[in-house]
T-cell receptor, first 112, second 111 residues
């Protein structure tokens, strides 16, 4: 089955710890994106990558880091520098030349 | 002024009625517009995209775009209880590949 997978579905961490969220796609999409969603809020762009080994900051990149070593994978690290990391994290991808973005199931991160 | 603004809602309609969801955007350079449906606790699902002025129909869904008024809407005909969800309007910023989302409008369809 083609699709976007994110793991784990729920993640709990203590304050001060870095945590890495996984995003994998087998759709052969070039572009991949990370968003966070807070209750009652729209999605906000953290980082995006349009090609392997290249990525750009979105609107709220502070406290986050990414890598894009393979076309299929775009992991997001939430560092201890992120002041309010508890949120619903969504990964998306987009086919080459298309504007539509398709989302994975998301990871709900809770930091206490 | 917010980049993408949706009515605060929530919106409640009876089963079989037409639900009308509205969205305005501030960037006149925006060219691509999307509607996503998000069920509670789930990720957004793309249901409509529209790129040119006018109406675009897909089954019970119609997206309407008016670039002069910077307005995009989604009509859901013959609303069903399964349409109950939050609907997110999203716009690609002019000159970029970045998608900007509104806060969403919660729709409840009552049987």
């Amino acid at each position: 089955d083609g699709g976007i997978t994110q793991s784990p579905k729920y993640l709990f961490r203590k304050e001060g710890q870095n945590v890495t969220l996984s995003c994998e796609q087998n759709l052969n999409h070039d572009a991949m994106y990370w968003y966070r969603q807070d209750p009652g809020q729209g999605l906000r762009l953290i980082y995006y990558s349009q090609i392997v080994n290249d990525f750009q900051k979105g609107d709220i990149a502070e406290g986050y880091s990414v890598s894009r070593e393979k076309k299929e994978s775009f992991p997001l690290t939430v560092t201890s520098a992120q002041k309010n990391p508890t949120a619903f994290y969504l990964c998306a991808s987009s086919p080459t030349g298309a504007r539509e973005q398709y989302f994975g199931p998301g990871t709900r991160l809770t930091v206490t | 002024q917010k980049e993408v603004e949706q009515n605060s809602g929530p919106l409640s309609v009876p089963e079989g009625a037409i639900a009308s969801l509205n969205c305005t955007y501030s960037d006149r350079g925006s060219q691509s517009f999307f509607w996503y449906r998000q069920y509670s606790g789930k990720s957004p699902e793309l249901i409509m995209s529209i790129y040119s002025n006018g109406d675009k129909e897909d089954g019970r869904f119609t997206a309407q775009l008016n670039k002069a008024s910077q307005y995009v809407s989604l009509l859901i005909r013959d609303s069903q209880p399964s349409d109950s969800a939050t609907y997110l309007c999203a716009v690609i910023r002019g000159g970029s590949e970045k998608l900007v989302f509104g806060k969403g409008m919660k729709l409840t369809v009552n049987p």
